[in-house]
């Protein structure tokens, strides 16, 4: 626990003002996102218990992407683009199944080996000779922390997962994410709205109170942000001392187990680990999940997600992750709904940017490194369309 950026005063020049609403729906500036925010910064694609064997595979399109993770003969874990190289095929079409020990191409039936290399294209003689490696599936770089599988679709700035997510590593291997398993596996859906709209809700517990009754009662006296520093921030909360006015939450804090696997003063504690740009692990005694957003339009997002138990659960304690997940379901809808709201209102005229709470320094700190990525969003009135990734280039260069 950080209580140096706990306790973080907010300066008098601080800039509340947050991103302009032109940010919100600029295609122009959606573009830059996808390939300088998105495809140049690591992204959770799963937990290593998504694919448990040997011939597991679990697929992945996001930015205009199609990224393949599977698990090769000798157990390692291999994420390479979902693309033929042929004519550009899915080589798997399914979000999710085994294969026995090849991937074969439903287009032209190229085969290819678990490890990616090029095993034959069909018709051999009809080609010249083929390297294996060189006709090999593409790969994307993966990495495994604590459980959860990291890929990254470009080179970009930052450092290997290992070194990004150390601040963290103390804290949540009290968890021990790594061993434990799927409840339902992978969900998605779809919100329409900005994707910046869904973190800019994320990012701040101001509106706890208001917006979320259920967690106000659970934990609303003791939640507090840390901003994002280097990539990374955190939102702590431990139970209300009289939480129980909302029926799941007083069944959950009557009902859970003591977490004796925890330190006493994790035990009855909800911690989000936020990660630049658009990613939370977030644990519970019970239970952990990642989730995380990607832009599909200017206005239309995917929202994304894994929850995962442990593998020698209680009854006691799935009965528990059960009231938890009820509590956070409802959360969930009702900033769907603030996201909502405030994302009609960057069309209009009438809106003059926002005007940001010495609270909301999370949503401040990730603007601030959205304008590091891409500093056109510096500027508080659009450029033309056509435009944009000029003056982007133009002001990265005075940066």
Not at 374 to 384: G, I, S, T
Request: charged share 25%; hydrophobic share 35%.
């Amino acid at each position: 626990m950080n209580e140096t950026i706990r306790d973080l005063s907010i300066p008098n020049d601080w800039d509340r003002r947050g991103l302009p609403g032109w940010c919100y729906h600029s295609e122009a500036l959606l573009e830059l996102e996808k390939q300088h925010v998105f495809r140049e910064h690591w992204q959770i694609a799963c937990h290593v218990s998504d694919v448990p064997e040997p011939g597991n595979y679990l697929t992945m399109d996001v930015v205009g992407e199609r990224a393949l993770i599977l698990r090769d003969q000798h157990g390692e874990l291999r994420a390479f683009h979902n693309i033929c190289r042929h004519r550009g095929s899915r080589v798997v079409a399914d979000e999710k199944g085994t294969c026995r020990n090849a991937l074969v191409c439903p287009f032209h039936g190229w085969v290819y080996n678990l490890d990616g290399t090029l095993r034959g294209a069909a018709r051999p003689r009809s080609f010249p000779a083929l390297d294996k490696q060189e006709f090999g599936l593409i790969r994307i770089d993966l990495e495994v922390w604590l459980g959860f599988v990291f890929i990254r679709f470009r080179p970009g700035p930052q450092p290997s997962v290992a070194e990004l997510m150390k601040p963290f590593e103390a804290e949540l291997s009290h968890y021990n994410t790594g061993e434990m398993v799927p409840t339902e596996g992978i969900w998605t859906h779809t919100s329409p709205v900005n994707w910046k709209s869904v973190r800019d809700v994320d990012n701040e517990g101001y509106h706890v109170a208001m917006a979320h009754p259920a967690l106000q009662d659970l934990y609303g006296s003791t939640y507090y942000d840390e901003p994002f520093v280097k990539g990374l921030c955190r939102s702590f909360a431990t139970f209300n001392p009289h939480a129980g006015r909302r029926w799941s939450v007083d069944k959950y804090v009557r009902l859970a187990p003591e977490a004796s696997h925890l330190p006493e003063d994790l035990r009855k504690a909800w911690i989000y680990f936020g990660i630049f740009p658009n990613a939370v692990i977030a644990v519970t005694p019970e239970s952990a999940q990642f989730y995380q957003e990607f832009p599909l339009t200017t206005g239309k997002t995917l929202l994304r997600g894994g929850i995962y138990r442990y593998a020698d659960e209680s009854r006691a304690q799935r009965l528990a992750r059960y009231l938890a997940f009820r509590i956070d379901r409802d959360t969930q809808s009702e900033d769907v709904q603030l996201t909502k709201w405030s994302n009609e209102a960057m069309t209009s005229k009438a809106f003059h940017g926002f005007y940001l709470s010495d609270l909301e320094y999370g949503v401040r700190t990730h603007h601030d490194h959205l304008r590091a990525v891409l500093p056109v969003m510096r500027l508080d009135e659009a450029p033309d369309e056509q435009d944009v990734a000029a003056v982007n280039a133009r002001l990265a260069t005075k940066s």
